[in-house]
């Protein structure tokens, strides 16, 4: 043992003596090369991370004073008074030629103004391209010149353990670098909300990075860094990312439509475990499986059936039913896609066109004053989406755009079912439900083929 200790001392120094370089007179000098470092790829991609400020306004703790409508109009009090606040988080330019920058939808959401800080301190208000809380991104644009952007990398290829760096502005101190390696992928349930399949990472993210940049160590943008677990809402080595693919497959889709427009292909799923695998008689270990497949739907029209299991879709990998909800809920409607399955002992390739969401056509909805610029009409009894609910419910038939009901999360086509984890079935019940909610209310809603939990406050 001993003697293998000498060898390796003796092979070390001598590594150590061929990397430092020596002076004219024989002095050895430090040689910050022959150090490692991940220096080069940060300040390659620095200049693309900005900070972001925002202004919201937050109504002010009740009052008993202010439900007085005599002390009010004396005092020529708002209905609601409000107070100003400022909160801040990070964002990334993903295209210098037209500004665009990538943040999450929490870091800007219900914004008055947003305000982005370039890495050499040049500030501009932002332009909010676009939202979508479902993934919870966000498009912001700033007309500037000699930007920097950083390139799209390919979150699909990330293998967990390879090495990350996330950059953004932690608390608000300013830029900050911190390191990591990917700790697991396709993470799911950590919203109630979302079409997620986030990447986490134990590099650290505090408050304030919501927004920035998860890199590898090319440079690329693999993620955009979103979430974080901890007692105390700092970092304790998990944080969480939303993939590059995700975001700018949101992107895309925001810049075209100014939202994301999800459709429907007509099935239930859950995740694939061992018991199901043997229940459906596959040796698949991972997959959706799909539990129900509803009539009329392009998964009906296309062959697919109850005990099928989904493992790829367009030629890539299908982890989870979070996984395929996550990109199927990124396809336009009327694309086709390609599936493979699992069906017993077989595999089989499926094609199949995403169609739009189930809408009752031509009719005008009522708007509610509760929430500005949505509209809703009852189900009607006997009707295919009575069925599927099993009861009634409403069908949102219009948003107004840039609204607060826009904001928040509301899109044409979705079918409100519940308040709170209370049932809905008439507006009058969704009335009463949110009129009695006092610091805010959950609405549950079925978009496309998926159950979405809205939060408004």
Same mark, same amino acid.
Do not use: C
């Given at each position: 043992?001993?003697?293998?200790?000498?060898?390796?001392?003796?092979?070390?120094?001598?590594?150590?003596?061929?990397? !430092?370089?020596?002076?004219? *007179?024989?002095?050895?000098?430090?040689?910050?090369?022959?150090?490692?470092?991940?220096?080069?790829?940060v /300040?390659?991609?620095?200049?693309?991370? !900005?900070?972001?400020?925002?202004?919201?306004?937050? $109504?002010?703790?009740?009052?008993?004073?202010?439900?007085?409508?005599?002390?009010?109009?004396?005092? +020529?009090?708002?209905d609601?008074?409000?107070?100003?606040?400022?909160?801040?988080?990070?964002?990334?330019?993903?295209?210098?030629?037209?500004?665009?920058?990538?943040?999450? +939808?929490?870091? =800007?959401?219900?914004?008055?103004?947003? #305000?982005?800080?370039?890495?050499?301190?040049r500030?501009?208000?932002?332009?909010?391209?676009? @939202?979508?809380?479902?993934?919870?991104?966000?498009?912001?644009?700033?007309?500037? &010149?000699?930007?920097?952007?950083?390139?799209?990398?390919?979150?699909?290829?990330?293998? #967990?353990?390879?090495?990350?760096?996330?950059?953004?502005?932690?608390?608000?101190?300013? &830029?900050?670098? @911190?390191?990591?390696?990917?700790?697991?992928?396709?993470?799911?349930?950590?919203?109630?909300?979302?079409?997620?399949?986030?990447?986490?990472?134990?590099?650290?993210?505090? $408050?304030?990075?919501?927004?920035?940049?998860?890199?590898?160590?090319?440079?690329?943008?693999? %993620?955009?860094?979103?979430?974080?677990?901890?007692?105390?809402?700092?970092?304790?080595?998990?944080?969480?990312?939303?993939?590059?693919?995700?975001?700018?497959?949101?992107?895309?889709?925001?810049?075209?439509?100014?939202?994301?427009?999800?459709?429907?292909?007509?099935?239930?799923?859950?995740?694939?475990?061992?018991?199901?695998?043997?229940?459906?008689? =596959? /040796?698949?270990?991972?997959?959706?499986?799909?539990?129900?497949?509803?009539?009329?739907?392009?998964?009906?029209?296309?062959?697919?059936?109850?005990?099928?299991?989904i493992l790829?879709? +367009?030629?890539?990998?299908?982890?989870?039913?979070?996984?395929?909800?996550?990109?199927? %809920?990124?396809?336009p409607?009327?694309?086709?896609?390609?599936?493979?399955?699992?069906?017993?002992?077989?595999?089989?390739?499926?094609?199949?066109?995403?169609?739009?969401?189930?809408?009752?056509?031509?009719?005008?909805?009522?708007?509610?004053?509760?929430?500005?610029?949505?509209? =809703?009409?009852?189900i009607?009894?006997g009707?295919?989406?009575?069925?599927?609910?099993?009861?009634?419910?409403?069908?949102?038939?219009?948003?107004?755009?840039?609204?607060?009901? *826009?904001? !928040? %999360?509301?899109?044409?086509g979705?079918?409100?079912?519940?308040? +709170?984890?209370?049932? =809905?079935?008439?507006?009058?019940?969704?009335?009463?439900?949110?009129?009695?909610?006092?610091?805010?209310?959950?609405?549950?809603?079925?978009?496309?083929?998926? &159950?979405?939990?809205? #939060?408004?406050?």
């Amino acid at each position: 043992m001993s003697r293998f200790l000498g060898l390796y001392l003796i092979v070390l120094m001598s590594a150590w003596t061929l990397t !430092v370089p020596h002076a004219a *007179h024989g002095q050895p000098q430090p040689s910050s090369r022959a150090l490692p470092t991940l220096a080069p790829v940060v /300040s390659k991609v620095t200049p693309a991370v !900005v900070n972001i400020s925002v202004i919201t306004r937050s $109504p002010i703790e009740d009052n008993p004073l202010f439900q007085d409508p005599f002390f009010r109009r004396f005092f +020529n009090l708002p209905d609601r008074p409000q107070r100003q606040e400022q909160s801040v988080g990070s964002g990334v330019i993903v295209d210098a030629a037209r500004g665009y920058v990538l943040t999450n +939808n929490h870091v =800007v959401r219900e914004a008055e103004k947003i #305000i982005v800080i370039l890495e050499d301190r040049r500030q501009f208000e932002a332009k909010l391209v676009g @939202t979508d809380p479902g993934t919870d991104v966000a498009v912001l644009q700033i007309q500037a &010149q000699g930007l920097s952007a950083l390139p799209f990398g390919d979150s699909d290829q990330l293998e #967990i353990g390879d090495y990350v760096i996330a950059i953004g502005n932690p608390f608000g101190i300013g &830029q900050t670098v @911190t390191s990591g390696i990917v700790s697991a992928l396709g993470r799911t349930g950590l919203t109630p909300e979302g079409y997620e399949d986030f990447i986490q990472t134990d590099a650290s993210i505090n $408050p304030g990075n919501s927004g920035g940049a998860l890199v590898n160590l090319r440079g690329e943008l693999i %993620g955009i860094n979103s979430a974080i677990i901890g007692p105390s809402g700092g970092n304790v080595g998990i944080g969480f990312a939303v993939p590059s693919n995700m975001a700018r497959g949101v992107m895309s889709q925001i810049t075209r439509f100014g939202e994301v427009r999800r459709g429907r292909l007509g099935i239930t799923m859950t995740d694939l475990t061992p018991a199901l695998a043997r229940e459906f008689g =596959v /040796s698949a270990r991972t997959g959706a499986a799909i539990t129900a497949v509803q009539p009329g739907s392009p998964a009906e029209k296309a062959g697919l059936r109850k005990h099928d299991v989904i493992l790829a879709l +367009n030629g890539r990998p299908i982890r989870s039913s979070g996984s395929l909800r996550a990109r199927l %809920g990124l396809t336009p409607v009327g694309e086709e896609i390609e599936l493979r399955i699992a069906r017993g002992d077989d595999e089989l390739t499926i094609r199949t066109r995403i169609a739009a969401p189930q809408a009752l056509a031509g009719v005008e909805g009522r708007v509610l004053q509760q929430l500005p610029g949505l509209a =809703v009409v009852e189900i009607e009894r006997g009707s295919p989406l009575f069925e599927r609910l099993q009861g009634g419910g409403l069908v949102v038939t219009a948003v107004k755009r840039g609204s607060r009901a *826009h904001q !928040v %999360g509301f899109r044409q086509g979705d079918i409100i079912y519940a308040v +709170n984890r209370r049932r =809905v079935q008439t507006i009058a019940d969704f009335q009463g439900l949110i009129g009695r909610a006092r610091n805010g209310f959950a609405v549950s809603l079925l978009r496309g083929d998926f &159950q979405v939990t809205i #939060i408004v406050r």
